[in-house]
């Protein structure tokens, strides 16, 4: 999820946090294949015995390695070689802007491989990432030991989170769960935003078999498929990869198990906080992503002739159409920056829950269901449905006990763009009611009925409704509906250490110490490599239990009969059944009357 933010600038000790939790700055108001290089491994048996086998020579016993497009030179981090900045995608930039991506070019010499890359572009570059920031930007980054393990080892590509407008692979230090572990920990960057999900007639027309709206996505594949080539030579086992992601990575992840692109790519996943099923999640359908495509259209083109020109102009009045030729060219010379600062204008079509929120959520571009040739040729729910996955999968899924809790906090502080006079500044019954009926219309009641409040109790209630309609719930059908198509292995959590915010679980599998300022808690000592340790130890074996854990409790796999999860308490986490069955029960049976 992302937070936009108009004419107001936090202070610099915040900086960081945008990236980190999605928060999209806008500099100027305005009311206005299958993936990337195609999968060629075959599909995975989790917890299958490798006969992978990495190169005679210990590339990191200097920490230099090469690689298909050539040889680098990492750094030393403690017990780690860190590769930073490795390019895995061609510049996307000119003639390859909304284009699949394909892979990066061979260098001639050694590279230097001890800085990140640029981070994508996305609104408000100085504060939604790390460092610099470039449509040049598809590079990702390899946390392994110094030391020869006896045998390859596992595996983790992380993906960040922002609601597909933010974020930074930069922001994420692997060096601490690749030591825990011992697992090789791969991050990356992926196209954000318009440049990595506009969709128009003709831009599919350019690009037969591969329809445009999730560009993104594709990136991440081709990242996917560098880890398949690659990993060997960093000590990695590519029989046994786990993608993981929070946020808008977790959706990602969620992604990767029914894509037909990401098949053979991956055996495990972790989700944290999204998932890609449920009454709303985090995807357009190609409708939704060719409106607002073509409303950015409109914007940038209406003003010339041919598609028009690039400058960010509002339109002339004239009749434009956004589907007529040349609209891609000019969209393919203009000022990118502008793309990623673009916001929908006043009176643009929108849907009840963004009547709610107003521009807090920015241009609503977001990972696109396209139909045949697309990253998504259905709905997920449709191909788990139908057997269209990967049934191989072993997954480890959760939430935080207070998700929504952050975005009322961003939404009402001054220091973030927010106000009092929010509508998610809920403090009484009836501000309540009249949100759920703002968003629920005739069905106000049922819902109201299941989620009774006082003045006393409305603010905690409210967090109580979105998390479990936006997070929770989706991720406990994910599990069922898995299982009941032949997953074997399901592990679901709730992460309540302190408020137990969105993206607060970040802090000790990260030491993403940042969110401390937002009043994230840090957890106890040792907890971070218990976490890390469960981490780990599924990214393995496919199971969070096992040799190594320093005595963790028993984490019992997920079944529909029970809905036992592990809820992440400090210190001790619990094993603990009927994962908010009422209420999840009751958003299952419920069928939204409109789209939310």
């Known amino acids: 999820m992302t937070l936009a933010q108009c004419c107001r600038s936090p202070k610099a000790l915040l900086q960081p946090l945008f990236g980190l939790l999605g928060i999209t700055f806008v500099a100027a108001c305005s009311s206005s294949s299958g993936g990337g290089g195609g999968a060629t491994a075959a599909p995975m048996e989790a917890g299958a015995t490798s006969t992978t086998t990495y190169p005679a020579t210990d590339s990191n016993a200097s920490c230099a390695a090469t690689v298909t497009q050539g040889s680098m030179q990492g750094k030393v981090a ?24 394909t892979p990066a070019p061979s260098w001639p010499s050694m590279r230097n491989a001890t800085a990140y890359g640029p981070s994508c572009l996305q609104a408000g570059s100085t504060l939604g990432s790390v460092g610099a920031t470039s449509e040049d930007c598809l590079s990702l980054n390899i946390f392994t030991p ?11 590509v992380f993906i960040y989170g922002g609601a597909f407008t933010s974020g930074s692979s930069s922001l994420y230090d692997g060096q601490a769960l690749s030591e825990r572990g011992p697992v090789l920990v791969v991050t990356m960057n992926y196209r954000l935003g318009a440049l990595g999900f506009l969709s128009l007639p003709e831009l599919d027309a350019l690009r037969p078999g591969k329809p445009s709206g999730s560009d993104g996505i594709r990136d991440q594949q081709l990242a996917l498929q560098w880890v398949q080539d690659n990993i060997a030579t960093f000590h990695g086992d590519k029989t046994n990869v786990t993608v993981f992601g929070e946020s808008a990575g977790s959706t990602s992840t969620c992604i990767h198990i029914v894509s037909p692109g990401s098949q053979g790519l991956a055996n495990r996943y972790i989700m944290e906080s999204g998932a890609c099923v449920g009454k ?18 409109t914007t940038f083109c209406a ?3 041919d598609g028009g020109t690039p400058d960010g102009a509002a339109p002339d009045g004239g009749d434009f159409d956004a589907t007529s030729p040349g609209v891609v060219n000019c969209l393919q010379i203009a000022d990118p920056t502008q793309l990623m600062t673009w916001v929908p204008a006043a009176g643009a079509p929108t849907t009840p829950l963004n009547t709610l929120l107003g521009n807090l959520t920015g241009p609503p571009f977001a990972p696109t269901v396209e139909g045949t040739g697309g990253v998504l040729p259905d709905l997920p729910s449709n191909l788990i449905a139908s057997g269209s996955f ?22 009402t502080n001054a220091a973030f763009g927010g106000s009092a006079s929010s509508p998610l500044n809920i403090m009484t019954a ?9 968003i629920y219309g005739t069905q106000a009641a049922m819902v109201e009925g299941q989620y009774p409040a006082t003045d006393a109790t409305a603010p905690q209630v409210f967090i109580d409704l979105v998390t479990d309609y936006g997070f929770r719930c989706p991720t406990r059908q994910l599990a069922r509906s898995l299982l009941a198509q032949g997953t074997k ?5 709730s992460y309540d250490i302190g408020k137990a915010w969105h993206s607060f679980e970040l802090v000790p599998l990260f030491d993403v110490t940042e969110l401390t300022l937002l009043g994230a808690a840090k957890p106890s000592s040792g907890y971070d490599s218990e976490m890390q340790g469960y981490w780990a130890q599924f990214a393995t074996t496919g199971n969070p239990n096992g040799v190594g854990d320093g005595g963790a409790p028993v984490w ?26 009422v209420q999840c029960d009751f958003w299952d049976s419920f069928t939204p009357a409109s789209s939310l």
């Open 390 to 411: 990967n049934k191989n999968a072993a997954v480890l899924a959760g939430t935080n006990e207070n998700e929504w809790g952050l975005f009322v906090y961003l939404a």
């Open 303 to 305: 003003g010339g002739v």
């Open 489 to 493: 292995d399901y592990f679901l959590y």
């Open 280 to 297: 709303s999640p985090e995807l357009n359908t190609k409708a939704e992503t060719v409106q607002i495509s073509e409303e950015l259209a």
């Open 78 to 101: 403690g017990a780690t070689c860190e590769y930073l900045g490795i390019p895995y995608g061609a510049p996307p930039t000119q003639s390859l802007r909304f284009m699949p991506p």
């Open 146 to 156: 110094t030391a020869a393990p006896a045998k390859p080892l596992p595996v983790m």
């Open 556 to 581: 019992p796999s997920y079944t529909t009969a029970t809905d036992q999860y592990l809820e992440l308490m400090d210190p001790t986490p619990m094993a603990i059944a009927n994962f908010r069955k």
């Open 430 to 438: 009836a501000q309540l009611n009249q949100g759920i009926e703002m």
